[in-house]
């Protein structure tokens, strides 16, 4: 699977993004000392084989190795370009589903949060650097009540667009802010809701 299957229609949208929107994934320092380790040792496979055979054989190992090498580091270069095409994707897709709402995330039925948007994690920062993630956990968090909180779980599952009052605490812990959460069941695939807070 390459960048192109993943039917971006202007590429040039992508690479010309401003840094503020996305951010393209640079080399990772392991991924460099892997590369720098290959070519070292690919050096220093070459000085052995010039040293030890001196005929076409060695030249023949020398040739594989290269051309080995030469596809290894093609193969590397498609995957980075894939994986930026891809978080390119992932943030187009999240500023979309977010669009003209406050907060955004998406949870499983039993109220698991599998992912939340950089408005909600700056609303509930705190919440969003614990380890695990619930929709309950979230609401207590808050500071919503009982009544507030199983009104919300019975809304996550319902087949259909519903939508719930809440007043929550964010990071500034100052005042409840009273939010609409727009709850909408995902169909492909099932199992999961998308909540937006307006």
Not at 120 to 128: K, T
Request: hydrophobic share 45%; aromatic share 12%.
């Amino acid at each position: 699977m390459t960048a192109h299957h993943l039917r971006i229609v202007d590429k040039s949208s992508y690479l010309n993004m401003k840094d503020a929107d996305f951010s393209l994934r640079r080399n990772v320092p392991i991924r460099r000392i892997g590369m720098i380790f290959v070519i070292i040792s690919f050096v220093a496979v070459l000085f052995a084989i010039a040293f030890y055979y001196k005929h076409l054989e060695g030249m023949a190992i020398c040739l594989a190795f290269g051309i080995m090498l030469y596809f290894v580091a093609a193969q590397l270069q498609n995957l980075q370009k894939m994986q930026n095409a891809t978080e390119f994707m992932n943030a187009l897709f999240s500023s979309a589903l977010s669009e003209g709402y406050k907060f955004c995330f998406v949870t499983r039925k039993d109220g698991v949060i599998v992912y939340m948007n950089r408005g909600f994690q700056s609303l509930f920062e705190e919440f969003a650097l614990e380890n695990s993630h619930d929709v309950l956990g979230w609401l207590e968090a808050s500071g919503s009540s009982e009544d507030v909180k199983q009104n919300v779980l019975n809304n996550l599952n319902m087949d259909r667009p519903t939508n719930a009052i809440v007043s929550l605490h964010t990071s500034d812990k100052e005042h409840l802010t009273a939010y609409t959460l727009h709850i909408n069941p995902i169909k492909r695939p099932s199992g999961f809701v998308l909540v937006r807070g307006s």
